[in-house]
């Protein structure tokens, strides 16, 4: 009898069948004098499951003002390519002609040639060397990814950054940065506060939630791994590749994701208080009331839980650079040397603090209050550096004449009026800290943003050298000597700035 064609395929599971009928043909064909029918069916099911499993397509993220978007990665010649058509037409009037091997485009006003096979171009008339050849497929001109970091400036007009091995470019200061803190301390929660609105897809797996942005232009952190001294969530993890970041929180229980303050804030926590994210930020136009006060039968009422006690503050960064303090030194990077000392004297002393720039990050005014506020602290110390005067100026907010707070809202601009009092005890603490190691001290009120918008004790705290040598900024044990008085101020007054709403 001859066997129907469901018995020939008897034994052959029916997905294999089905991915790979000639196994199941196979299964009841006679054997030849050559491979076995087996040996012919296991090569051709593990060459369709390496097909199956062959590498993603690679993309290539550009973030820009005008938009973000991604990019298909041709490979050539071991080289990454990108169509540099495609790369410009989401930023302004761009045109492209090919005649024969030569592949012209114009962008705005700005004209560039390329020739296939050439491994230099002309833009505006002046030539670009290229990484590897430029390609001209039927029509198509292909530039390197690596030569971006030099075309695009060119074509463009202004500054860029590529990331060349995880595949993102920057156009221009677009970066997103964030900081990452610990909050709550019998069920923790991790609260992740980026400086533009971000939507991450969120995966989990056992051990580690991660967060994927693949159109935000998140950025690393001053390293790449955070940790928070937690046994539920112990660390975080930065990463880049194929035109994404990804952050990853270790976690030894499930966690899920929350979004608050139009995505500018992420919340990790347990299961189980997931929905209990933290209240919104102040935001510029409408700063929120602060906590009320408990009346006199409100002994019970609960306090706002504060993520961190100090929030310190490194003035300017990024393209920001502050003063040019000499030929050699920038405010900016003296500012981040204090921040960090400051930091550690605070810790020593116990007092929980939160370093708002730890890297070279460009932060807006309003990004700084809102990161304040957000993390409910009890005091918030912006750091300058000058090189002029001799010693330390100790600021105060200086809030705009007139302008008082009627109703249940309350202005951005005046967000300080309530806690002016405790900035300006905290302040006298500071100044009298600082006259005790025989440091020359000036205390002044001044309109010193976001000083006025914060809500909190809120200082700032600009460091001059001793004498004229603008150097001794950088020295460590002069900004212990100022850093430990700041330090010793703030923990003499723990308690008045922890009653304080």
Known sequence: MRPSRRNRSAGVPPAVARACPELAEGASRPRSSGLP???????????TVLLSTAAPEKHFAVYSVAANYSLPVVQREAHDYVGLLEVLEPLGKVSAKA????????????????????????????????????????????????SLSSLLPRILGGPVTLHEDSGRLFIGS??????????????PRLIF???????????????????????????????????????????????????TAVISVKSTIPVMAS??????????APM???????????????????????????ANATPVARRYFAVVDASHGGDDHGEALSSTLLEKDVTVALARSLRQQLESRGITTLVLRDSDANLTLDQRAIFANTNHAAIYIALHAASSGHGVRVYTALLPYGKYDRGPFRSWTT?????????????????????????????????????????AAALAVEVAPQGSDPAQLTAPDYQELITSAVATAVASARDKLAATP
């Open 415 to 455: 967000s300080q009026q309530a806690l002016l009092p405790a900035s300006q005890s905290a302040a006298v603490d500071v100044v009298a800290e600082l006259q005790k190691r025989q440091i020359p001290v000036r205390t002044l009120s001044a309109p010193l943003r976001p000083l006025n918008n914060v809500m």
């Open 193 to 243: 506060n980026f400086t533009s609105p971000v939507n991450p897809s969120i995966s989990t797996e056992p051990g580690a939630l991660h967060m994927t942005f693949s159109r935000e232009p998140v950025v690393a952190p001053a390293s790449p791994i955070l940790t928070f001294g937690s046994k539920t969530l112990p660390s975080a993890t930065y990463s880049e590749g194929n035109g």
């Open 99 to 146: 005649e024969r091997q030569r592949w012209r485009i114009r962008y705005n006003k700005v004209d560039a040639e390329f020739n296939a096979g050439k491994t230099h171009a002309r833009v505006q008339g002046h030539d670009v060397d290229l990484s590897a050849k430029f390609l001209l497929e039927n029509g198509r001109g292909l530039v390197p990814v690596g």
């Open 272 to 298: 189980a208080i997931v929905g209990q994210s933290p209240p919104p930020a102040a935001a510029p136009g409408t700063a929120p009331s602060p906590a009320p006060t408990p009346s006199a039968t409100g």
């Open 174 to 187: 677009v970066a997103t940065h964030f900081t990452a803190s610990l909050a709550g301390d019998n069920t």
């Open 37 to 47: 029918m087996v040996g012919r069916g296991i090569l051709i099911l593990l060459s």
């Open 259 to 268: 979004f608050s303050t139009d995505g500018r804030t992420v919340t990790i």
